[in-house]
């Protein structure tokens, strides 16, 4: 049942991201998100932390969100320009089908980085947990109409905090 359910969850995603290419062209404002979708460019702001390494790495980046919905289904697309290319540096898809979420990382050249299937959502928070026998990975998502927020967490089998990323992405006021 589960492999169903992962199935629809990303069909569903490739669908909206078709639409959403079309009917953000229609100049939608995310405020008023019903049913279609908009894009957005946020300003994004990143803290890294590594076990491995001293101290915390902090970036600044604009990412393209392109936001859609469809009855019970919404996506999400971030586009991220991290190195400032014309060609996004990564695309981070969650999709979200009432309690159930999934969440895909890509590099720039469309490669898939990581996979997320098994999320619960629940308002507009939407949170993974990944254990397994080298630790577990948590990942918190918080969803505005004008701040998004990004948490990663990884932690050894022992607890220990591995690795820890912290974005926010955030829109002006007014105009789209």
Known sequence: MRFYKTVFLFIGVLLTSACATSSSENGADSSSLKDGAVTRIYKAYTLN??????????????????????????????????????EPDV????????????????????????????????N?????????????????WF???RTIISAFES??????????????YKTSFGGG
């Open 49 to 86: 932390f590594n076990g491995a390494g001293p101290g915390i790495v902090e970036q600044e980046f604009n990412s393209k969100v392109e936001i859609s919905a469809r009855s019970q289904m919404r996506s999400y697309r971030f586009s991220n320009f991290i190195s400032g290319r014309k």
């Open 91 to 122: 695309v981070v898809v969650l999709a979200i089908s009432g309690r159930v979420a999934g969440l895909a990382i890509y590099d720039a050249s469309g490669d898939k980085l990581a996979e997320y299937t098994r999320g619960r959502a629940r």
């Open 124 to 140: 507009d928070s939407v949170f993974f947990k990944v254990a397994s026998k080298k630790g577990v990975v948590r990942i918190k």
């Open 143 to 145: 969803l505005g109409n």
């Open 155 to 168: 932690y050894d089998n022992k607890g220990q905090l591995g690795a820890s990323e912290m974005t926010f």
